[in-house]
């Protein structure tokens, strides 16, 4: 008897700078500083001008923001 997978992965979604910085209202520079010191999820590089986020990453961001947890 063949075993049925259950955990069906997610699909993963990629959020550009643009599209980030419309759910979290703060400046470009801002927002980089905080992927700098870690504060803020780490980017994927998709090419050379070109890098995106995990849009689950931002909303995790986002809800710890939401509740006022700095980690």
């Given at each position: 008897m063949k075993q049925v997978?259950?955990?069906?992965?997610?699909?993963?979604v990629l959020e550009r700078q643009c599209q980030v910085l419309k759910r979290i209202p703060i400046s470009r520079s801002t927002w980089?500083?905080?992927?700098?010191?870690?504060?803020a999820p780490k980017p994927i590089k998709l090419g050379k001008n070109i890098t995106?986020?995990?849009?689950?990453e931002i909303d995790d961001f986002i809800q710890n923001l939401v509740d006022g947890d700095d980690s």
């Open positions: 997978a259950t955990d069906i992965p997610q699909t993963i980089w500083r905080w992927v700098k010191e870690g504060r995106a986020w995990r849009s689950n």
